[in-house]
């Protein structure tokens, strides 16, 4: 596989098409052109198809992509086809919102722990889960095998619990709390903070 | 100003500087290297002085870079000097945390608006701002000239939020909803799903 070789934005591509194909599945559509593609998702075809070469032909010239033989493809590129387990760490409006966000299940991925410092939301029950002590963090995801986490607490704690998470074993931090995390070289690291969203779009209005 | 050859890409790593440097200015830091910014960011020093070259030059060869002017001048390119009113389209837990947070008021932004379609939260209170009803959406979009919209909503009400929303002159829209917008060349769109941030981690594991 070339992975080395695939730019990270092309990476951050095929999570797009990956949603748009399930999207095509529940319309029962089974083939699709990279026009028309690209005209569901605001991307090019040409940029469609050069994405997808990185990966190998997907399609024949003219005749379009088979839906359903993408989107496995994409999800064993993207590493999705199993259920991965996610520890969310900080459980407040946002995390609760997380806890309840029902696009996971499908998607690969599984909250599987929650975390949190307070002694008022330890032990109660969130969907199906229970709230555990964020003191007991490491033994958890170590014993549990978990290499994902979800940060929703506030700033301060941020950097302090993304350490404890890569002591225990996590790679991938997705980091809602509004600070830049420092982590060594082999961990990934995704920002969602709003308002370096909104930032980046007021510069076009 | 060179607006049309930046590269999109290096827009968006510019609100990442700017929260830097806002931190930097905390740490009543005056002057800051490339490779300071770039140890603390993980980015090179190379692609920081490159994707600040696009906006001229900002410090002396050596000397590194005026915390404050360079913050002042990010702030300025970024459009992020004003406050900026922002409507937020469903509140649930999700739209609740957002109301909730308190990263906009020093980042450009301001949430004036929230807006439901349940009859049980208009007219309730979230801090000091009152649920309003959706159905009037457009007439409080263009009497109050809001130009950035957030969509909090389920997917399936996420695409004629946005139309809605556009008709009455928003610009910029966070989209939080899990489903593809489809809008006008005129306006931007960022997504902060989730699953798709995860999904493109999974890659590397």
Redesign the interface.
């Known amino acids: 596989m070339p992975?080395r070789q695939v730019p990270d934005?092309v990476?951050?591509r095929?999570?797009?098409y990956?949603?748009?194909l399930t999207?095509l599945m529940a319309e029962n559509k089974l083939v699709v052109s990279s026009k028309e593609l690209g005209q569901?998702?605001?991307i090019s075809a040409a940029q469609i198809r050069k994405d997808l070469s990185y990966f190998g032909g997907f399609g024949k010239q003219g005749a379009g992509y088979n839906v359903a033989s993408l989107h496995a493809e994409l999800s064993r590129?993207?590493?999705?086809e199993e259920i991965?387990s996610?520890v969310l760490i900080g459980v407040?409006?946002?995390g609760?919102?997380?806890a309840?966000?029902g696009?996971?299940a499908n998607?690969?991925?599984q909250v599987t722990t929650l975390l949190d410092n307070d002694p008022n939301k330890i032990g109660t029950q969130i969907g199906h889960l229970t709230v555990e002590d964020v003191r007991e963090l490491e033994p958890i995801i170590r014993e549990r095998g978990i290499?994902?986490a979800?940060i929703t607490t506030p700033a301060h704690a941020a950097q302090g619990i993304a350490d404890a998470c890569i002591r225990a074993g996590v790679?991938?931090i997705?980091n809602y709390a509004?600070?830049?995390l420092?982590?060594p070289e082999h961990v990934?690291?995704?920002?969602?903070?709003?308002?370096?969203?909104?930032?980046?779009?007021?510069?076009?209005?």
């Open positions: 992975a934005i990476i951050g095929l999570p797009v990956l949603r748009m999207h569901r998702l605001n590129i993207l590493k999705v991965r996610v407040g409006d946002l609760r919102a997380l309840h966000y696009g996971f998607e690969g991925f290499q994902i979800v790679r991938a997705l509004p600070i830049t420092q982590v990934r690291v995704q920002y969602t903070d709003p308002v370096m969203h909104l930032q980046r779009m007021t510069y076009y209005l």
